[in-house]
């Protein structure tokens, strides 16, 4: 079974720049969420949909936002682009809502995104 | 503030020895703890977890211990492989089914 696929894998981008992340969950996986890593502030969760719904979501600025389809693909959206987002973006997927518990999350590897 | 740490950036141990990973938690009303191990370039991969109904749960050379009066987890890896060189991520989770990450140690095993 393939598991989570993240595209792209690198971006280069300026500030005031828009960007769009994509993740492909593990076939069958209805749970996506999406978590931010930087060195300083390590791994943060950005946002969990389930069912195309935003179940839960983290301490970040309306500039993040997401969405997730029928086929429970998700894409993250970060608009107006600023330095500080330059980070490793990465997104899990599970069976069922992880409000489950005992619902483990399985990661893709991630998109590196540079704000020049 | 932060709710859960790893206050050990790096741990080195030589092969075939035990490695103990630590993390401790502030919050007692967190119900589930997991392990991740992450290499370079790659998403973090599922280690192993334990509910806060257990106090120990074992899967081949990986052990997870729960103290929950303590509010401290640890990891054990017997016997050590140079493989294992990795970073270990503990994470807690509400039934919110936010998971919240540790800073993360680095393993390094020596062959």
């Known amino acids: 079974k393939a598991g989570v696929t993240q595209t792209p894998r690198y971006l280069i981008k300026t500030r005031g720049q828009q960007v769009t992340l994509s993740c492909s969950p593990i076939s069958g996986h209805r749970s996506v969420s999406w978590y931010q890593q930087t060195p300083g502030q390590g791994l943060q969760f950005l946002f969990e949909y389930f069912s195309e719904t935003q179940r839960n979501k983290g301490n970040f600025p309306g500039r993040f936002s997401g969405r997730q389809f029928s086929n429970s693909r998700s894409e993250m959206n970060v608009s107006t682009l600023e330095l500080g987002d330059s980070a490793l973006y990465l997104c899990?997927?599970?069976?069922?809502?992880?409000?489950?518990?005992?619902?483990?999350?399985?990661f893709g590897p991630g998109t590196r995104l540079l704000v020049l | 503030d932060q709710q859960v740490k790893q206050n050990s950036p790096s741990l080195s141990v030589q092969e075939g020895r035990i490695s103990i990973l630590n993390c401790d938690y502030t919050n007692s009303m967190f119900d589930y703890f997991l392990w991740y191990k992450k290499y370079p370039a790659e998403g973090p991969t599922f280690l192993i977890s334990?509910?806060?109904?257990?106090d120990k749960n074992e899967d081949g050379r990986f052990t997870v211990f729960l103290n929950k009066s303590a509010k401290h987890l640890s990891l054990h890896i017997v016997p050590s492989q140079p493989g294992d060189s990795a970073v270990y991520f503990c994470a807690v989770s509400l039934n919110t089914g936010k998971l919240i990450f540790g800073q993360g140690t680095t393993l390094q095993v020596k062959p």
């Open positions: 334990i509910s806060s109904i257990k």
């Open positions: 899990a997927s599970s069976l069922v809502s992880t409000a489950v518990l005992g619902e483990t999350q399985y």
